[in-house]
């Protein structure tokens, strides 16, 4: 009795609990159902989130592009491989939507993709046994071509899809690479997980990164486990916003004659460093830039120097710095260029040593300052900083030329030099360029002065800002002059000296002047600090040679910096000086530059070079036009077998110099051999046919991969690998070696 009396406790006591939690349970039911809360969770909400998909939308990288308008940089569309692993994706479907047979399938996969046939195997394998919806297959399966998309989808493999994303591409490879920089792919966290952005690294493409980005878009809509819309999806969609476009001052004719005069140099000497500004002194706008070591901005691999050594290299400038130590003293007006002195060696006290000039000390006996300027006379430098300005009153010019401070142009990473000003002797190196330092811009910068009736101007190297969504101009660069150091009289006394540097009798820059055009300029020999001895290197191979040069005389419009650190010369004919690869740039790169700027020569005797001017050409007979165009000495190139012109890449009323190369189009375009032809050519051979256009190295066309003869097919790919060539067809003057022997500043 007392065993069933426990017995009906017990299970008294499980009833009420069990009735107990059938009605917490039935409540909490009957709470959710009314509310359709828990935890102060709705849902409602919470299976609306789960079901809707949201995805982002990438806007497009803004484009940039040159001066007039030729593409530089652009989002490229390439495709990445993945494939589907989850049988799930083909239930209830005739055509099977996931990979049925990896054998198979990482056998016709291999070749195409360049990979291993185990390792494609191992992925899909891999994927189905974790469970995974889709597997990829690591950078060989990124970053595929259409052409790679279509030839994978010929296979007609079931399971193997493609996702379309964006490389920033640069279709002239090396071409303005320092300035243009490059964007590359970066992982940003958002709260939907890990988007992939393009982003600036370095050059215009980090400076103006924000505003070539764009803001992204969105769409979202409700799905099922499939990940396929119901039928009443709720989608919503917010449009991207692309980047705006960059238009840059940079013209592609005068940096494609930079580059490949460039990479010729570079090949021959192999120096250590080569940088070169072209600059039109009357706006600032910087026209070409380029440095070596130089990179291909679609593949930044093994970078030997990522600085843009113009702007943000600071050096011992040379000679070239007499020029505003001139300009001083004749601003000031403590200038007689017909003042003698007496050259060879100064001391500016009894307890400094010597100041020789570059003659090893010798001199030329005692000379006047005008003199003095021509042979690059150390002595006479010295003398007018220290006794005729005074330091202090030099320092004050130094500043009003901006040497203390950045120039402030639109590209990042600019280093400004620094005025070395602590001792007398470095007071007195400072006048000829040792010692203190400056940048290439910062000389550019307080060179305007000289072609500009003193006005100094701001350098900058973007034009203008486009909306790319409705084309509206935001923004627009205008020249802007940000000092007056100097007075147009003293201006037009500098052309004068800097042009008795190219021509007179004495001058060290005689290698420097051009057939059509007078060129004023000045002439540097920098000695490189050593840093294991604290003192310079020795040896003319150990020096940095440089030129800032500018055309015509009266009124310049073109201006180059050009130098060349530790090249290697060529002995085996005699001696030859650190200024034949600088000269062999600056001739030609001024030369055609401001002929095809449609300068007027301002030399006589030049009537012997006679510039054709283009008739009218669309419409004529190509047969015509050839034999008139032949019989002038200009290069005909025919596009096509038509015999009606459509379209050249010279316009009527250009004037052209015999040897140019004339590109007619016609009817029935088909390709022509661009064996030999140089980076400018085939440039205008894309524009002028819509070609899309990838070019491989510098100098001239070795390969092409459209052969000669096939049709061409608008917006078609061509590429075109380019090489220096072996040997440089370069001027070598006796006299004027002689002379240039002469310059330099402290050996």
């Not at 691999?301 to 843009?308: E, G």
């Not at 030049?606 to 000495?633: F, M, R, W, Y």
């Not at 205008?684 to 046919?689: E, G, N, R, S, V």
């Amino acid at each position: 009795m007392k065993k069933n009396k426990t017995t009906h406790m017990m299970a008294g006591i499980l009833i009420v609990c069990f009735v107990g939690l059938f009605l917490l349970l039935t409540g909490r039911f009957l709470y959710i159902q009314v509310t359709g809360e828990v935890d102060n969770v709705s849902l409602k909400d919470w299976a609306k989130e789960k079901r809707t998909a949201s995805y982002s939308i990438e806007a497009e990288r803004g484009k940039i592009y040159d001066s007039s308008g030729m593409l530089l940089a652009y989002d490229r569309p390439t495709f990445r491989l993945y494939a589907i692993v989850d049988k799930a994706y083909s239930k209830n479907l005739k055509e099977p939507k996931h990979v049925e047979d990896p054998e198979k399938t990482a056998e016709m996969l291999a070749p195409l993709l360049n990979m291993d046939k185990t390792y494609i195997v191992k992925r899909i394998k891999d994927g189905i046994e974790k469970g995974r919806t889709q597997v990829e297959f690591g950078a060989k399966g990124k970053q595929l071509s259409q052409k790679k998309k279509e030839e994978i989808e010929a296979l007609k493999l079931p399971g193997i899809n493609f996702t379309e994303e964006a490389i920033r591409y640069y279709p002239n490879g090396k071409f303005a690479s320092h300035i243009i920089g490059f964007a590359q792919e970066s992982e940003k966290k958002t709260d939907t997980g890990v988007e992939q952005n393009i982003t600036g690294v370095t050059g215009i493409e980090k400076e103006m990164n924000d505003l070539l980005a764009g803001k992204d878009g969105y769409i979202s809509f409700e799905r099922d486990r499939f990940n396929k819309k119901l039928l009443d999806p709720n989608e919503k969609i917010k449009k991207p916003h692309d980047g705006d476009d960059i238009y840059l001052t940079i013209d592609q004719k005068i940096q494609t004659l930079l580059e490949d005069v460039m990479s010729q140099v570079e090949d021959k000497y192999e120096p250590e460093r080569l940088t070169a500004i072209v600059m039109n002194p009357k706006t600032g706008e910087i026209l070409a830039m380029s440095n070596r070591p130089s990179y291909d901005p679609n593949n930044p691999a093994d970078v030997k120097n990522w600085y843009d050594d113009a702007i943000s290299t600071p050096i011992e400038p040379g000679s070239t710095m007499k020029i505003f130590t001139w300009a001083s003293a004749i601003e000031e007006g403590v200038y007689n260029g017909a003042d003698l002195y007496k050259s060879g060696k100064y001391k500016i006290n009894k307890q400094i040593r010597a100041i020789p000039d570059h003659n090893y000390g010798k001199g030329w006996g005692t000379i006047s300052y005008d003199e003095g300027f021509q042979r690059s006379s150390n002595v006479a430098a010295a003398k007018l900083a220290w006794e005729k300005l005074g330091p202090e009153k030099y320092l004050e010019y130094l500043k009003a030329f901006d040497f203390d401070k950045e120039t402030n142009i639109d590209l990042p990473g600019e280093v400004k030099g620094k005025i070395l000003y602590n001792w007398p002797l470095e007071k007195a190196t400072t006048a000829f360029g040792q010692g203190s330092t400056i940048t290439p811009i910062q000389q550019m910068k307080a060179a305007t002065a000289i072609a500009n009736n003193g006005k100094m101007m701001q350098p900058f190297v973007l034009k203008k800002i486009v909306d790319a969504n409705n084309g509206t101009i935001i923004e627009e660069s205008k020249p802007k002059v940000v000092g007056e150091p100097i007075s147009p009289e003293t201006s037009k006394q500098m052309l004068n000296l800097m042009e008795s540097v190219v021509n007179g009798k004495y001058g060290t820059g005689k290698m420097y002047a051009l057939d059509d055009y007078s060129v004023v300029g000045k002439t540097g020999t920098a000695q490189i600090p050593d840093p294991e001895t604290g003192g310079y290197m020795s040896g003319v191979e150990n020096n940095l040679y440089s030129f800032l040069g500018m055309a015509p005389k009266d009124d310049p419009q073109l201006m180059m910096y050009v130098s060349i650190k530790q090249p290697k010369l060529f002995f085996e004919e005699g001696y030859e000086h650190g200024a034949t690869p600088t000269s062999f740039i600056f001739k030609n790169v001024m030369q055609n530059g401001l002929h095809y700027m449609d300068i007027k020569p301002d030399k006589s005797e030049n009537n012997k070079t006679q510039k054709v001017k283009v008739p009218d050409l669309v419409g004529e007979s190509v047969t015509k036009v050839k034999q008139v165009l032949a019989e002038k000495d200009i290069h005909v190139t025919v596009i096509g077998s038509g015999d009606t012109i459509t379209r050249a890449n010279v316009a009527v009323g250009d004037d052209i110099l015999p040897g140019k190369r004339v590109l007619l189009l016609t009817e029935n375009p088909s390709m022509p051999s661009v064996i030999g032809w140089s980076m400018r050519d085939v440039l205008q051979l894309a524009q002028l046919t819509e070609l899309k256009l990838e070019t491989i190295g510098n100098g001239y066309v070795v390969k092409q991969s459209i052969q000669q003869g096939k049709p061409i097919k608008e917006n078609a790919y061509l590429g075109v690998e380019l090489k220096p060539p072996n040997k440089l067809k370069l001027e070598k003057n006796t006299e004027e070696k002689e002379a240039q022997q002469s310059d330099g500043d402290i050996e």
